[in-house]
């Protein structure tokens, strides 16, 4: 089944002059992980903010897992049902621990404490971290924090999860790392997971890779033309 199905999207800015995305059809099955690639500016990141209703567009359709994001009711529910984020720019809180960090996305749902905890810490066990998990977030190395993000994006078992340029920033090293840990809860939860990277060898672990240029799919859309393996 289809857990997004988008049509003739478009979103512009600057009063149209700036054609962010400009007709985007794509359908993404469920469980299916998708790499979009593109050079900078091509607009991945508009379409990464409106797979997660961070942003609206200005036309075209756009469903995801259920939703119809340009309805704009709802919207919290299904960001806080949903989906899981993986972004650069979404730290850690410093004044609460590891733990406590992963467990923010769960108070959308109706958990106890201690199921709370046992789930934290369980996630924390998958990215190899459980013994980490009162630490403050400030003890810990860049990779570390990048994997209690993952966990922490996974902790309201989400249906999707959205990540953007999950290892920008990281060594390779690490970046192997956490792919491995990534590509083992998606196959382990079948979570669809939908990754913006400039990186070849984070593109190339996807089921299918999406090119975008000038706010289009121009490779990709229809799914299976680079399949990894
Ligand atoms: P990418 O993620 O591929 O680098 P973006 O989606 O960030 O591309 O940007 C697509 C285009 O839209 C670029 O020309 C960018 O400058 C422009 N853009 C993105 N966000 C905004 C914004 N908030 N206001 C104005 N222009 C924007
Ligand atoms: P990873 O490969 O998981 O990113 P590293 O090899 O970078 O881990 O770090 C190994 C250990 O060194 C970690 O357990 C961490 O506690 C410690 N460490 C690394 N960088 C920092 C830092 N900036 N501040 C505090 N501790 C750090």
Known sequence: ANIIEIKNLKKSYEDGHIKALNGIDLTIEEGEFVSIIGPSGSGKSTLLNMLGALDLPDSGSINVAGYDLLSNTKLNEFRGDKLGFIFQLH?????????????????????????????????????GLKDKAKQMPNKLSGGERQRVAIARALANEPSIILADEPTGSLDSKTSNKILKQLTKLHKEENVTLIVVTHDMNVAKLADRVIEVLDGKIIDGSEGSLLNSE
Do not use: C, G, H, Y
């Open 91 to 127: 730290n850690l809180i410093p004044n609460i621990s590891v733990v406590e960090n992963v467990e923010i996305p769960m108070f959308t749902k109706d958990w106890s404490s201690k199921q709370m905890r046992e789930r934290a810490l369980n996630l924390l066990d998958i990215v």
